[in-house]
């Protein structure tokens, strides 16, 4: 490791590196995706800092890259636990996400169980993550529709009840944090766990203090653990804070009439509002 990054790693002010506008929680696992990675998110502000945890096999790759990033990086090595959720539940309590007015949750993706694995990593690279066109939307979207906590694409969203073998265990953690309150209907959330929350949406998930215990420990599992819930449970953590889910189709989808719709709909407010199949719950 160089002096260099020992030195980011040990100076960079705890919550406090630039703007507040745009922070990074990207997780970096394999160490021959870790270049793409990085060249997605460069692509999206010129301004950004990121949070980069990434596995001791991928360490080397990661601090390299931060080094030469024209992002501020903070590089934390994590153990292999909990997947992409852990190590960002681990930023969330040790830095002050919430300060960020947006916050976008992104990882190294194989999925190698799956026949269209890589495809489906790239629809998240190409769409989900976006480009510079992509993030401004996405920014236009939460200065403008104030009610809105978390967005992602209508390309990567699913129902909840998915993949019934991951439900009897998502409900078990959905009581056990408090939320099991806001399962009682369907809801969209983003298969593969990348998303744009606002800080301040992450409000009631940072109050938990969730630590590495109630994780598993890491086995190949290809479904029923926590990591797998958590996919499915993120929109619900935004609800309970107070806030809603969009998935829409940007950044050709015009944000007016995401707000006409949203104007249609009872006192109690948005909830979750897809525009890929046009409903609001």
């Not at 040790?94 to 990593?121: P, Q, R, V």
């Not at 593969?192 to 929350?197: R, S």
């Not at 953590?237 to 719709?261: E, H, Q, R, V, W």
Request: proline content about 2%; overall charge positive; hydrophobic content about 40%.
């Amino acid at each position: 490791m160089s002096d260099r990054c020992q030195k980011l790693m040990a100076s960079t002010p705890r919550g406090n590196m630039s703007s507040k506008n745009f922070g990074i929680v990207a997780h970096f696992y394999y160490p021959e995706l870790v270049d793409t990675l990085f060249d997605q998110i460069e692509s999206l502000s010129d301004d950004a800092d990121v949070f980069a945890t990434t596995s001791e096999q991928a360490a080397a790759h990661v601090i390299k890259r931060a080094e030469t990033s024209k992002f501020s990086c903070f590089v934390i090595i994590t153990e292999n636990k909990g997947r992409d959720v852990l190590p960002f539940i681990y930023v969330l309590n040790n830095f002050l996400l919430e300060e960020y007015n947006i916050i976008l949750k992104a990882h190294t993706k194989k999925s190698s169980h799956l026949t269209d694995g890589s495809k489906w990593a790239e629809v998240h690279l190409k769409y989900n993550i976006g480009d510079k066109s992509c993030f401004k939307w996405v920014s236009t979207a939460f200065d403008e529709l104030e009610s809105v906590g978390m967005i992602f694409h209508d390309r990567v969203s699913m129902f909840s009840d998915a993949d019934i073998g991951n439900n009897p265990n998502m409900l078990d953690f959905a009581k056990l944090f408090g939320i099991d309150n806001l399962c009682r209907t369907k809801w969209d959330f983003s298969a593969g766990t990348m998303f744009y929350v606002r800080g301040a949406a992450l409000s009631y998930l940072k109050s938990l203090n969730l630590g590495s215990d109630i994780f598993e420990d890491e086995k190949n599992q290809l479904d029923g653990t926590l990591a797998h819930s958590f996919e499915r449970l993120f929109p619900l953590f935004i609800k309970k804070s107070g806030y809603d889910i969009l998935s829409a189709d940007y950044p050709t989808t015009k944000i007016n009439d995401i707000k006409k719709a949203i104007k249609k709909i009872t006192k109690k407010g948005l909830k979750i509002y897809s525009t890929k199949r046009k409903r609001m719950k």
